[in-house]
């Protein structure tokens, strides 16, 4: 078979898998968040950690659990990092500094994963299981708990009640989030992915020379690192390890786990709303948005345009022969518009506009379909803000589910569209204001601009890819790119978490013949209007400094 | 107690609980499951030689001469094929890809090195090396190369060891990895396999 229609078949294979699975998880995500039952086991976790699961928390409650469990969860993984040298299985890696350390606390905590370190020369096996692996799973978990006590903000009415985030929290790690990277794992191991507690065998090759086969229990960490959209890899190659992601086939899985949640989750909004049409014009925006980008990162590669890619004839530098060109681009598109950054190829090589793509797509505020759980607050926030508009051209008061969106919603919905731009252009700029910073970029001129708005565009939309040639283990990105990943991440949250507590206080308004229906192709296109033109305000200077007038050169 | 510390205790409780059965629990399972059921991948595909472990079938090695100075560059070994160039030598210690851009001076002197030198080494004309063998990996490790640059790679390796091409090319044919269920990704030749029936042959 030929690459263009192997191309094609890959994409519809996935896209046929991801729609199978829309509807049972969605369903199952809906029915565990919603459920009063709790099982035996958590009910013994909840006495053993002293939570009253039956106890639904105000917003604020609901807030404070969510920023402690964060805070806690950054300190003790910075103790364990700089600790690691003296625990068990640490095959003599050497200290990490302190600078270091917090960048990928705060990375793994805010389901960024951004990494500064090298996997295979920096971490040993117990931080990456214990520490690493562990925040995969709980920050995805916050993340989903986070956009169901919005939905709840919408679906529930006169009660100042949002949820309760410790039920979530481990509803969302043990009944979801387990179950399916025990399978995946599996998976991923019976075709090659490794998964056991060597460190590095020494082996003389074929050609009398050494090499060193490293070890460790990958293929449990890289199946949440996927379903998680956390992205940290084990190996510093990421996904495009072979050890990680050893074939066509592995590869095709992950792309579809970093996707079926995300792409799951309007399904849960839809049920938890008691309208499922609500979550089809949601899962309509996404799923343009993801296949567009797919297509046209898939086009740019293909093209080859820039001169050293023409030169060699194929975009092929930062790409692996088992994956080639197009499941290379479908894998990049994918893992900028969720907030995954995992990686099976080298987007830094990427032609001008296929890079500039992925970087776009992660301005996009990481909403198609997004992180698990962050992509659907984000998506709804932009909803909310499309349906204002609408109520502007009309003169009406918006409405949205029922619910009326006045001077307090909106205020928090302005908030939570210009915090990330606000870390990226005031991160960017300052990166290159400082002649120290701007000598850690590798590639010079527009290109070398793309780096730095890369590293600041990641972190602040929590995505943790790069355009890996900058140098970024010095104390000030790390310290700056850590800044931007507690704000990119935890200012969202709290708006998303007021929002939903001004929304569940109020009483529903019938729907009347003034009404924005939200649902239908009116809706659909209006919300993608509204995603574009934000985003495209925002930050089209910005765009025009780096891939497109390296594009255009 | 304070409410603010009582939250932050409880936050510590769940996050150690979390830990245990996550960050434990969930990678003993998996390991002990994965050692059970397929022990020799979930050990990294180890493949031997003359009886010892010679590498991993999933990571790219170098093939190249006997260092004498090694502070000289490494010279492609002409008697065995040769794999994609590499960020970072082939060493699983760093992996990784050399990153450098689309319109980078850097990567396009380093395409017109490399199509000058293989197809030097390899006697063909340089218009016909194919863009893999010109381009550096993501991992730095790629185990394959495309069937064109295994192809292009036989006269020579034929002329070295004294073996007819036919045979070189059969090799090829059967260590080639082709795309998974037909359309997954894009498949090519295991060099570190083929080089194995190489020696084999003697």
């Known amino acids: ?553 | 107690m304070p409410a603010f510390l009582r939250t932050h205790l409880t936050a510590l409780r769940m996050l150690l609980a979390m830990t245990a059965i996550l960050g434990l629990a969930y990678p003993l399972l998996v390991t002990g499951i994965s050692q059970l059921a397929f022990p020799a991948r979930a050990d990294g595909s180890i493949v031997e030689h003359d009886g010892k472990p010679a590498g991993s079938r999933l990571i790219g090695q170098a093939f190249d001469l006997p260092q004498t100075d090694p502070d000289a560059p490494a010279r492609p070994d002409p008697k065995w094929f040769q794999p994609r160039p590499s960020a970072g030598g082939y060493d699983p210690t760093a992996s990784g890809a050399s990153n450098l851009g689309p319109t980078s001076t850097d990567l396009l002197d380093a395409v017109a090195e490399r199509r000058a030198a293989i197809a030097a080494f390899d006697g063909v004309d340089p218009a016909t090396v194919p863009p893999d063998a010109l381009t550096a990996s993501g991992s730095g490790l790629d185990p394959h190369i495309s069937v064109a640059y295994a192809r292009e790679q036989v006269n020579r390796v034929a002329r070295e060891r004294g073996i007819p091409a036919q045979q070189l090319n059969h090799l090829i044919d059967r260590h080639t990895d082709g795309r998974p269920l037909g359309f997954l990704g894009q498949g090519g030749v295991n060099v570190l396999q083929l080089n194995l029936a190489v020696a084999a042959l003697g």
């Open chain 1, 1 to 553: 078979m030929g690459a263009t229609p192997a191309g094609w078949l890959q994409a519809i294979a996935l896209v046929g898998a991801l729609a199978l699975c829309h509807r049972p998880l969605g369903d199952h995500i809906a029915g565990l968040l919603t459920s009063a039952r709790h099982l035996r086991a958590e009910k013994a976790l909840y006495k053993a950690v002293g939570v009253d699961a039956d106890a639904d928390q105000r917003w604020p409650v609901y807030l404070r659990s969510v920023l402690a469990f964060s805070a806690l969860s950054v300190l003790f993984l910075y103790g364990l990092i700089r600790l690691q040298t003296h625990l068990l299985l640490s095959l003599g890696v050497p200290e990490m500094e302190a600078h270091q350390a917090w960048n990928t606390a705060v990375s793994f905590t805010t389901n960024t994963n951004w990494q500064s370190y090298s996997g295979e020369s920096a971490m040993g096996h117990l931080v990456q299981m214990a520490g690493l692996a562990v925040q995969n799973f709980v920050s995805a978990a916050v993340g989903i708990a986070v956009v169901a006590a919005l939905v709840r903000g919408f679906s529930r009415h006169r009660t100042d009640r949002v949820g309760n985030f410790w039920v979530d929290l481990t509803r969302i790690s043990l009944r979801l989030l387990l179950p399916v990277s025990v399978l995946f794992a599996l998976v991923l191991a019976a075709n090659g992915v490794v998964q056991n507690f060597h460190g590095f065998e020494q082996v003389t090759t074929l050609s009398g020379g050494q090499q060193s086969i490293p070890g460790g229990p990958v293929a449990s960490q890289e199946a949440i690192k996927l379903l998680g959209t956390n992205g940290g890899g084990f190996y510093n190659a990421n996904s495009a390890h072979p050890f990680e992601n050893p074939t066509g086939f592995t590869n095709l899985l992950e792309v579809f786990l970093l996707l079926v949640i995300p792409f799951a989750l309007p399904r849960t909004f839809g049920r938890m709303v008691g309208d499922h049409r609500q979550g089809h014009a949601v899962v309509a925006v996404m799923g343009l948005f993801w296949a567009a980008s797919a297509v046209l990162v898939t086009f740019f590669e293909h093209q080859h345009s820039g001169s050293a890619l023409q030169a060699a004839g194929a975009a092929m530098e930062g790409k692996e022969q088992r994956f080639g060109v197009a499941a290379s681009s479908l894998f990049a598109a994918s893992t900028t518009l969720t907030s995954t950054g995992a990686v099976n190829s080298f987007h830094d090589s990427f032609t001008p506009f296929g890079g500039g793509l992925t970087v776009f797509d992660m301005m996009l505020g990481e909403i198609a379909p997004g992180g698990t759980g962050s992509g659907l607050y984000g998506m709804l926030v932009l909803a909310v803000v499309a349906v204002f508009v609408a109520g502007l051209m009309v003169g009406r008061t918006p409405e949205y589910l029922g619910k009326k969106l006045g001077g307090r919603e909106m205020k928090f919905a302005s908030l939570y569209i210009l915090t990330t731009p606000t870390i990226v252009l005031v991160g960017t700029g300052c990166a290159i204001a400082l002649p120290g910073e701007r000598a850690g970029m590798l590639n010079d001129g527009a290109h070398g601009f793309s780096e730095v708005l890369y590293a600041f565009t990641s972190a602040a939309n929590n995505n943790g890819s790069a355009f890996a040639g900058i140098t970024v283990n010095t104390a000030w990105y790390d310290t700056a790119l850590g800044l931007a990943m507690v704000f990119g991440r935890f200012l969202p949250v709290v708006f998303v978490l007021a929002l939903a507590g001004s929304l569940a206080r109020q009483r529903p308004v019938p729907a009347s013949a003034g009404t924005l229906p939200t649902h239908g192709p009116l809706f659909v296109g209006l919300l993608s209007a509204v995603v574009l033109i934000v985003v495209g305000l925002t930050y089209f200077p910005a765009l025009a400094l780096g891939p497109i007038a390296e594009g255009l050169h």
